[in-house]
Structures are given as structure tokens and as C-alpha cells.
């Protein structure tokens, strides 16, 4: 599935900005570093059941979510003009840029069910409906998509993206 490996290959190129072994590269992004770190930790609150250890710790693996995501909707819409992205699918109550962050749900398996305190100290990553939901209510476009409202639990201004 295309959409997975792009996934995965930017997640990992991030990787090499997002190093806890490079701090240098760290500092590139030290001025959103401290609002990423607070807003994961915030969505343990909001989004999770069970174990949460997102924020500081998970850091370094949910900038390069964050950053892969944004990449692929760049694509995304050096790919299709806005009235193809806006257009409902056939058979769907959905459209082709709200279809693109359904997917994204996929490539962080967010079946997961709750998490263990034992999975949440060992797993460097946020859970997975952390790594989505929290990635996602980051981006302005997601909620030009679903047209979320100031108050919505899921909207972003672009000012605070």
C-alpha cells in the first residue's frame, strides 16, 4: 500500500532531524519543540483510555509522525486540485482530502486497545490513537476538511499549527 511505505519512508527520514543522539539537528526545531511536547501530553487527557506517556518521551518519534504527515498532504495537493480534493467519492459520504486523513488513522493501527503502564514505558512511540489524533489536530488542513468549528475538540487555527 503506497500510502503506508510514503508513510513510513518520511517518518523515517525525520528521523535523522529528530535524533536524540544529535541534538544540533534537535535544535532546528527547538521553537515548536515545547508545544508539540505539551500538546501530545495534553491529548493523553483528551483522547486516551489507559496508559499514556506521550510529551517529552515520545518526542522524538512524534515530531517525524507530524512531519511525514505534512509532507504527504503537500503531495496530496501538488496532485490534485482543490475541487477533485473537495468532491464526495462515489459511494462515500466522504471526500478525497477527508479520505486522506481516514487513511492516515490506518498507518498507526489505531484498533490498538487500551495501553498498559508496561507498553507505555517501553514503546518510545505515543499510542496509536495518539499518533493520529494528536498529529492530525496539528494541521489546519484537517480541520478546513472536516470543517471544525473554534471550540471543536479537533480544531486548529493556523496561527497555532
Not at 462515489?90 to 489505531?110: H, I, K, P, R
Amino acid at each position: 500500500q503506497p500510502f503506508i511505505t510514503y508513510h513510513v519512508l518520511g517518518h523515517e527520514l525525520y528521523h535523522s532531524l529528530f535524533w536524540k543522539h544529535s541534538p544540533t539537528l534537535l535544535t532546528l526545531y527547538s521553537h515548536r519543540g515545547e508545544c508539540v511536547m505539551d500538546h501530545y501530553q495534553n491529548s493523553c487527557g483528551k483522547k486516551m483510555q489507559g496508559a499514556c506517556k506521550s510529551g517529552k518521551k515520545t518526542f522524538t518519534e512524534d515530531a517525524p509522525d507530524i512531519e511525514a504527515l505534512r509532507l504527504l498532504y503537500a503531495i496530496l495537493r501538488e496532485n490534485y486540485r482543490p475541487e477533485q480534493l473537495s468532491a464526495q467519492i462515489d459511494g462515500l459520504d466522504t471526500t478525497l482530502e477527508q479520505s486522506f486523513f481516514y487513511y492516515t488513522a490506518s498507518v498507526c493501527g489505531v484498533k490498538q486497545t487500551d495501553q498498559s503502564e508496561h507498553q507505555a514505558e517501553r514503546d518510545p512511540h505515543s499510542a496509536g490513537n495518539i499518533r493520529v489524533n494528536a498529529a492530525v489536530s496539528l494541521m489546519p488542513e484537517f480541520s478546513r476538511a472536516f470543517q471544525c468549528k473554534e471550540g471543536d475538540p479537533m480544531f486548529i487555527d493556523e496561527k497555532d499549527s
